[in-house]
Structures are given as C-alpha cells and as structure tokens.
C-alpha cells in the first residue's frame, strides 16, 4: 500500500505543478487550501496525462499515415493500468513528458478562469449569473475600462487621483498601488500635491474607489495643453 501511494504520488507530480502555477497566475479568492490543492492536484494531474494521451494517439497516427510499413508500439500509456489494477507501473518518461505538459494546462485553465468563460457560458445559456470566483474589490479593479480612479480615503480627509499599477486584498486588509498621483482634500477637493507612486494599505472597506470618467481626464489634459 505505501508503495502504490508513493508511485501515485510521483504519478500526480505533473498536477502538483500545475496547481502551483494556476494558484499563482490566476485572480481567486479566498485562497486555496490543502483540501482544494489535493483535489485540483489530481485533476489536473490526470489533465496532463489525458493531453499526453492524446498527443500519443495523434503521432502514431502521422506516423501510421507517412510511415504505413512500419510497425509502432502501442501509444497507451502505462499511467493507466493504475485504473484496472493496483500496481502501478511508472515510467518516467511519461511522468517527465506529463510534467513538461503541465505549464500549458496551467496556462489554458488561468485564460479559462481569467476571462470567465465558464460564467460567461453560464449567463448565456441563464444558468447563474455568478461573475467569477474573486471578491468584488478584485473583480471591480481588473475591469477593462478601470485605469484611472479616485480613491477617497475619509477617515484621513483625502482624495488621491491615480492610475491603477496594482492591487490585494487578505481577510483585513486591502493595497492599492498608484501611480501618477494626485493628492486633494477631500472636503474641498484642494489640490495639495503630486507624487509619482502611491502605496496604499487599509482595513477592509476603509477607501471608496470611483473609476475617473474620461470626460473629465480630457478636460484636464486640455489645461494642461493650454
């Protein structure tokens, strides 16, 4: 038993990868936990294999259609076997293939969960009408059309007019990075001064953030053009 968990897990190595590299690149909330990392391990464990699959299937049939008077091995993989018995047979070509393949499985389920394709789907066909698994701080400030904003900071009476560079939030906090910044006084919208980069780190809720309407950065760049 110990060994047929450690070939599974040596087996499962191209998953491990993937879930990494998808935890890194892709927008979610709240982070995953061990619970989840076991679960998207194994799936996308037997993502890798299942893509190697079928890469395997379509060389032997270029080769069978170019080379038709020679004989090749069967394209199943032994990784397989572990579905019929319980000895598994590893062989580490398939694992080091598998793993090689795991970046772009990585990339293809960040793409899908970043641009919401599923959800998308979704309220199409009027199945949910959920937007996407990230909070809506997150999901607000990765708009397209979100690059300039007014942050009002009321507590400390203060409006800061910026582009967006970037952004997190944890279970108290929320960063805001700016840049091109200008600073007013929130109740008389004074301008005070202007700063070149803007680190941001409140309590949750702490900060109203409004997109600027582009009428209004024409109007102003027209100001500064006379």
Known sequence: MNELAIAVGV??????????????ITVHSPRWGSFKYSVYSFIFGVSC???LQGLAYFWSWIAGCFFPT??????????WTIATTQRV???????FLATVLSPVIAALVAFTVNHKLINRVAQKLHVSSKYGDE??????????????VYVRDIPSKLTYQGRVVSFSE???????????????AYETSEELYSIPL?????????FIIEAVPPELLEAKNGKEAN
């Open 11 to 24: 087996i499962l190595f191209p998953g491990l990868i993937t879930v990494v590299i998808c935890d890194k």
């Open 49 to 51: 294999y299942v893509a």
């Open 70 to 79: 020679l004989s090749f091995a069967s394209p199943t993989l032994n990784v």
């Open 89 to 95: 047979s590893i062989d580490p070509s398939e694992v």
């Open 135 to 148: 909070n809506l701080f997150s999901f607000f400030l990765n708009a397209q059309n979100i690059d300039w």
């Open 170 to 184: 944890a279970d108290d906090m929320q960063e805001l990075v700016l840049s091109e910044v200008t600073v007013f």
């Open 198 to 206: 803007l680190y941001l780190s409140k309590a949750r809720g702490a």
